[in-house]
Protein backbone atom coordinates (compact mmCIF):
# COMPACT_ATOMS: atom_id res chain seq x y z
CA UNK A 1 0.00 0.00 0.00
CA UNK A 2 0.94 3.48 -0.45
CA UNK A 3 -0.10 6.55 -0.38
CA UNK A 4 -3.24 8.26 -2.60
CA UNK A 5 -1.72 11.70 -4.08
CA UNK A 6 -0.95 9.96 -7.37
CA UNK A 7 -3.58 10.22 -9.94
CA UNK A 8 -5.55 6.99 -10.91
CA UNK A 9 -6.90 5.81 -14.24
CA UNK A 10 -10.26 5.54 -13.98
CA UNK A 11 -11.45 3.71 -16.99
CA UNK A 12 -14.92 4.28 -18.33
CA UNK A 13 -17.06 1.83 -20.62
CA UNK A 14 -20.54 1.45 -22.45
CA UNK A 15 -21.57 -1.47 -24.23
CA UNK A 16 -19.71 -4.49 -23.89
CA UNK A 17 -21.05 -6.74 -26.83
CA UNK A 18 -19.61 -8.04 -30.57
CA UNK A 19 -23.19 -6.67 -32.19
CA UNK A 20 -23.62 -3.09 -30.70
CA UNK A 21 -26.41 -1.17 -31.92
CA UNK A 22 -25.57 1.76 -34.18
CA UNK A 23 -25.78 4.08 -31.31
CA UNK A 24 -23.27 2.80 -29.36
CA UNK A 25 -20.41 1.10 -31.52
CA UNK A 26 -18.24 4.16 -31.12
CA UNK A 27 -18.16 3.36 -27.51
CA UNK A 28 -18.28 -0.58 -27.20
CA UNK A 29 -15.83 -3.13 -26.81
CA UNK A 30 -16.28 -6.61 -27.72
CA UNK A 31 -15.64 -8.56 -24.76
CA UNK A 32 -12.54 -10.26 -26.20
CA UNK A 33 -11.42 -6.83 -26.27
CA UNK A 34 -12.33 -6.53 -22.45
CA UNK A 35 -11.21 -9.83 -21.18
CA UNK A 36 -8.01 -8.94 -23.07
CA UNK A 37 -7.41 -5.25 -21.39
CA UNK A 38 -8.46 -6.79 -17.63
CA UNK A 39 -5.41 -9.44 -18.39
CA UNK A 40 -3.15 -6.26 -19.00
CA UNK A 41 -4.09 -4.89 -15.83
CA UNK A 42 -3.65 -7.99 -13.67
CA UNK A 43 -0.29 -8.76 -15.45
CA UNK A 44 0.68 -5.18 -14.58
CA UNK A 45 0.00 -5.19 -11.15
CA UNK A 46 -2.65 -3.08 -11.16
CA UNK A 47 -5.62 -2.96 -8.13
CA UNK A 48 -8.99 -2.23 -9.27
CA UNK A 49 -11.22 -0.62 -6.77
CA UNK A 50 -14.63 0.91 -6.41
CA UNK A 51 -15.02 4.26 -6.78
CA UNK A 52 -16.81 4.40 -3.56
CA UNK A 53 -13.39 2.96 -2.09
CA UNK A 54 -11.34 5.53 -3.87
CA UNK A 55 -12.74 8.58 -2.81
CA UNK A 56 -12.85 7.49 0.44
CA UNK A 57 -9.75 6.84 0.71
CA UNK A 58 -9.11 9.95 -0.49
CA UNK A 59 -11.29 12.14 1.65
CA UNK A 60 -9.35 10.45 4.75
CA UNK A 61 -6.20 10.73 2.89
CA UNK A 62 -5.65 6.90 3.44
CA UNK A 63 -3.33 4.42 1.71
CA UNK A 64 -3.87 3.26 -1.69
CA UNK A 65 -2.82 0.25 -3.43
CA UNK A 66 0.90 0.55 -5.67
CA UNK A 67 -0.99 0.91 -8.66
CA UNK A 68 -4.78 1.58 -8.29
CA UNK A 69 -7.26 1.71 -11.26
CA UNK A 70 -11.28 1.98 -11.42
CA UNK A 71 -13.03 -0.05 -13.77
CA UNK A 72 -16.53 2.08 -14.88
CA UNK A 73 -19.39 1.36 -16.94
CA UNK A 74 -21.79 3.85 -17.57
CA UNK A 75 -25.95 3.61 -18.55
CA UNK A 76 -26.65 0.02 -18.29
CA UNK A 77 -26.29 -2.44 -21.12
CA UNK A 78 -27.02 -5.87 -20.74
CA UNK A 79 -23.53 -6.89 -21.95
CA UNK A 80 -22.05 -5.62 -18.77
CA UNK A 81 -23.86 -8.89 -17.07
CA UNK A 82 -23.70 -11.22 -20.13
CA UNK A 83 -20.17 -11.06 -20.63
CA UNK A 84 -18.08 -8.67 -18.86
CA UNK A 85 -19.01 -9.78 -15.44
CA UNK A 86 -17.65 -13.73 -16.29
CA UNK A 87 -14.16 -11.82 -17.09
CA UNK A 88 -14.27 -9.59 -13.73
CA UNK A 89 -15.05 -12.91 -12.35
CA UNK A 90 -11.63 -14.51 -13.30
CA UNK A 91 -9.68 -11.47 -11.70
CA UNK A 92 -11.43 -10.73 -8.48
CA UNK A 93 -11.75 -7.54 -9.75
CA UNK A 94 -14.89 -5.03 -8.48
CA UNK A 95 -15.94 -1.97 -10.55
CA UNK A 96 -18.91 0.44 -10.62
CA UNK A 97 -21.46 0.99 -12.76
CA UNK A 98 -23.46 3.57 -13.39
CA UNK A 99 -27.24 3.24 -14.30
CA UNK A 100 -29.75 5.72 -16.21
CA UNK A 101 -32.89 4.17 -14.46
CA UNK A 102 -35.09 4.88 -16.85
CA UNK A 103 -33.35 3.13 -19.41
CA UNK A 104 -33.27 -0.26 -17.27
CA UNK A 105 -35.80 -3.42 -18.34
CA UNK A 106 -38.73 -2.94 -15.50
CA UNK A 107 -41.27 -0.74 -14.26
CA UNK A 108 -39.27 2.47 -14.27
CA UNK A 109 -38.39 2.36 -17.97
CA UNK A 110 -39.38 5.25 -19.78
CA UNK A 111 -38.64 4.05 -23.16
CA UNK A 112 -35.39 5.65 -26.14
CA UNK A 113 -32.90 3.26 -24.99
CA UNK A 114 -29.86 2.96 -27.28
CA UNK A 115 -29.57 -0.35 -27.04
CA UNK A 116 -30.81 -3.31 -24.96
CA UNK A 117 -30.40 -3.19 -21.48
CA UNK A 118 -30.22 -4.41 -18.14
CA UNK A 119 -33.09 -5.89 -16.25
CA UNK A 120 -33.09 -4.99 -12.27
CA UNK A 121 -32.65 -9.06 -11.35
CA UNK A 122 -29.52 -8.54 -13.70
CA UNK A 123 -28.20 -5.53 -11.72
CA UNK A 124 -28.47 -7.33 -8.31
CA UNK A 125 -26.62 -9.92 -9.26
CA UNK A 126 -24.14 -7.58 -10.52
CA UNK A 127 -23.82 -5.71 -6.81
CA UNK A 128 -23.80 -9.56 -5.43
CA UNK A 129 -20.76 -10.04 -7.20
CA UNK A 130 -19.17 -7.07 -5.83
CA UNK A 131 -20.05 -4.08 -8.76
CA UNK A 132 -20.95 -1.04 -7.22
CA UNK A 133 -24.11 0.06 -8.47
CA UNK A 134 -24.07 4.20 -8.92
CA UNK A 135 -26.51 6.16 -10.11
CA UNK A 136 -26.40 8.00 -13.60
CA UNK A 137 -29.89 9.85 -13.57
CA UNK A 138 -33.14 8.79 -14.37
CA UNK A 139 -33.79 9.73 -17.88
CA UNK A 140 -29.50 10.98 -19.14
CA UNK A 141 -30.50 13.94 -20.13
CA UNK A 142 -27.77 16.93 -20.36
CA UNK A 143 -28.11 18.33 -16.57
CA UNK A 144 -26.82 21.31 -16.59
CA UNK A 145 -29.24 22.17 -18.98
CA UNK A 146 -32.26 21.81 -16.85
CA UNK A 147 -33.51 23.83 -14.64
CA UNK A 148 -33.69 23.10 -10.81
CA UNK A 149 -36.45 21.37 -10.43
CA UNK A 150 -35.79 18.90 -13.19
CA UNK A 151 -32.69 18.57 -12.10
CA UNK A 152 -33.18 17.68 -8.85
CA UNK A 153 -36.02 15.35 -10.20
CA UNK A 154 -33.57 13.55 -12.35
CA UNK A 155 -30.88 13.03 -9.69
CA UNK A 156 -32.95 12.15 -6.54
CA UNK A 157 -35.15 9.55 -8.69
CA UNK A 158 -32.59 7.89 -9.87
CA UNK A 159 -31.10 7.29 -6.27
CA UNK A 160 -34.68 6.61 -4.77
CA UNK A 161 -35.11 3.47 -7.51
CA UNK A 162 -31.76 2.20 -7.23
CA UNK A 163 -32.07 2.06 -3.45
CA UNK A 164 -35.33 0.76 -3.73
CA UNK A 165 -33.98 -2.32 -6.27
CA UNK A 166 -31.45 -3.21 -4.29
CA UNK A 167 -31.37 -2.30 -0.71
CA UNK A 168 -28.33 0.17 -0.66
CA UNK A 169 -28.42 3.58 -1.12
CA UNK A 170 -26.04 4.72 -4.22
CA UNK A 171 -22.57 6.83 -3.11
CA UNK A 172 -21.23 7.63 -6.25
CA UNK A 173 -22.89 8.79 -9.05
CA UNK A 174 -21.66 9.80 -13.29
CA UNK A 175 -22.76 12.51 -14.79
CA UNK A 176 -24.48 11.94 -18.19
CA UNK A 177 -22.39 13.11 -21.34
CA UNK A 178 -19.76 14.00 -18.46
CA UNK A 179 -21.41 17.54 -18.11
CA UNK A 180 -21.86 19.31 -15.15
CA UNK A 181 -21.56 23.09 -13.33
CA UNK A 182 -21.24 24.23 -10.27
CA UNK A 183 -24.95 24.28 -9.58
CA UNK A 184 -25.32 20.20 -11.33
CA UNK A 185 -22.37 19.54 -8.65
CA UNK A 186 -24.11 21.26 -5.67
CA UNK A 187 -27.23 19.42 -6.85
CA UNK A 188 -25.43 15.70 -6.86
CA UNK A 189 -23.97 16.76 -3.58
CA UNK A 190 -27.37 18.31 -1.46
CA UNK A 191 -28.81 14.67 -2.83
CA UNK A 192 -26.20 12.68 -0.51
CA UNK A 193 -24.07 11.80 -2.96
CA UNK A 194 -20.62 11.42 -1.74
CA UNK A 195 -18.86 11.29 -4.91
CA UNK A 196 -19.09 11.91 -8.64
CA UNK A 197 -17.40 11.35 -12.38
CA UNK A 198 -17.41 13.44 -15.42
CA UNK A 199 -14.97 12.30 -18.73
CA UNK A 200 -12.59 14.46 -19.43
CA UNK A 201 -9.87 12.05 -21.15
CA UNK A 202 -7.28 12.50 -18.03
CA UNK A 203 -5.84 10.55 -15.09
CA UNK A 204 -7.93 11.60 -12.00
CA UNK A 205 -6.52 13.52 -9.08
CA UNK A 206 -7.48 14.21 -5.81
CA UNK A 207 -6.97 17.62 -6.14
CA UNK A 208 -9.90 17.71 -8.64
CA UNK A 209 -12.38 17.24 -5.83
CA UNK A 210 -14.66 14.55 -5.07
CA UNK A 211 -17.34 15.66 -7.27
CA UNK A 212 -15.39 16.56 -10.68
CA UNK A 213 -13.41 13.15 -11.17
CA UNK A 214 -11.87 12.32 -14.62
CA UNK A 215 -11.99 9.38 -16.86
CA UNK A 216 -10.96 7.60 -19.77
CA UNK A 217 -12.36 6.43 -22.61
CA UNK A 218 -12.38 2.80 -23.52
CA UNK A 219 -13.69 2.87 -27.09
CA UNK A 220 -14.03 0.46 -29.89
CA UNK A 221 -10.72 -0.71 -32.07
CA UNK A 222 -8.14 -0.16 -28.69
CA UNK A 223 -5.54 -2.03 -28.74
CA UNK A 224 -4.42 -4.03 -25.79
CA UNK A 225 -0.99 -1.79 -26.80
CA UNK A 226 -3.08 1.36 -26.63
CA UNK A 227 -4.82 0.28 -23.57
CA UNK A 228 -1.61 -0.37 -21.61
CA UNK A 229 -0.09 3.00 -22.83
CA UNK A 230 -3.29 5.16 -21.17
CA UNK A 231 -3.60 2.60 -18.16
CA UNK A 232 0.35 3.45 -17.43
CA UNK A 233 -0.71 7.46 -17.99
CA UNK A 234 1.46 7.61 -21.02
CA UNK A 235 0.05 9.13 -24.58
CA UNK A 236 -2.97 10.46 -23.53
CA UNK A 237 -3.09 13.96 -24.73
CA UNK A 238 -2.19 12.26 -28.17
CA UNK A 239 -4.69 9.44 -27.63
CA UNK A 240 -7.35 11.85 -26.75
CA UNK A 241 -6.63 15.00 -29.37
CA UNK A 242 -9.43 14.54 -31.61
CA UNK A 243 -11.93 14.49 -28.43
CA UNK A 244 -10.90 17.10 -26.62
CA UNK A 245 -10.98 19.17 -30.19
CA UNK A 246 -14.20 18.12 -30.74
CA UNK A 247 -15.38 18.30 -26.59
CA UNK A 248 -14.22 22.30 -26.84
CA UNK A 249 -16.23 22.84 -29.87
CA UNK A 250 -19.42 21.16 -28.56
CA UNK A 251 -19.01 23.41 -25.38
CA UNK A 252 -19.11 26.91 -26.77
CA UNK A 253 -22.63 25.36 -28.54
CA UNK A 254 -24.08 24.24 -25.58
CA UNK A 255 -23.18 27.54 -24.08
CA UNK A 256 -24.78 29.67 -26.56
CA UNK A 257 -27.95 27.45 -26.72
CA UNK A 258 -28.15 27.96 -22.67
CA UNK A 259 -27.81 31.81 -23.25
CA UNK A 260 -30.57 31.40 -26.34
CA UNK A 261 -32.37 29.56 -23.44
CA UNK A 262 -31.85 32.07 -21.01
CA UNK A 263 -32.75 35.33 -22.96
CA UNK A 264 -35.72 33.89 -24.21
CA UNK A 265 -39.36 35.18 -22.33
CA UNK A 266 -39.94 32.75 -19.66
CA UNK A 267 -36.09 31.78 -19.95
Known sequence: MTGGGRPVPVLMYHAVTATPAPAVRRLSVTPAAFAEQLAVLADRGFTPLTTAALAAAWRRGGPLPARPVLITFDDGYEGVHRHALAALTVHGFPATLFVATGWLRGRYATGGTPDTMLGWDQVRQLAAAGVEIGGHSHRHPQLDSLG????????????????????????????????????????????????????????????????????????????????????????????????????????VVRRARQAVRLCAPGG
Not at 220 to 236: K, T
Open 148 to 251: DERLRREVLRCKEIIAEETGTAPESFAYPYGHSSRRVRRMVRGLGFRQALAVGNALADRRQGPYALTRLTVRQGMGADEFARIVEGRSIGRTFAGDRVLTKGYA
